[in-house]
């Protein structure tokens, strides 16, 4: 079991996640983060982390949200790895808290 970075990342890329991950799992890419599960060990360590609480357990996902396990396990490989912390995006407040984000996520 994976964590996943779900909706509410998008547009507003809080990276405090990065700095305490053990495995550097987490991919960046222009609007959001994601995780790769094969390198994810479940420590669970990010999920508190999150600013946005936008980080859960596969087995924990709300409702509407299962989509993201596959976006993540997909763009992981498509992105470049990062480890350390950056300011989030200059619009993330306005952001943090809007639903159905999806469709501004940029690949």
């Known amino acids: 079991m994976a964590f996943v970075v779900t909706d509410n990342c998008i547009k507003c890329k809080y990276t405090d996640c990065v700095e305490v991950c053990p495995v550097d799992c987490f991919y960046e890419g222009p609007n959001f983060l994601v ?18 609480e ?9 409702a509407g949200q299962e989509p993201f396990v596959e ?11 990062i480890t350390e912390k ?12 809007k639903t159905d ?6 690949k």
Do not use: R, T, V
Not at 35 to 52: G, Q
Not at 86 to 97: I, N, R, S, V, Y
């Open 101 to 106: 984000k999806l469709q501004y996520l940029e």
């Open 35 to 52: 995780i790769d599960p094969d390198e994810c060990i479940d420590c669970a360590l990010c999920e508190p982390e999150c600013p946005a």
């Open 71 to 81: 976006l993540n396990a997909d763009l992981c490989s498509k992105w470049p790895n």
């Open 54 to 62: 936008a980080i859960f357990s596969e087995d924990e996902l709300p």
């Open 86 to 97: 950056k300011d989030p995006l200059p619009d993330a407040a306005e952001w943090d808290g």
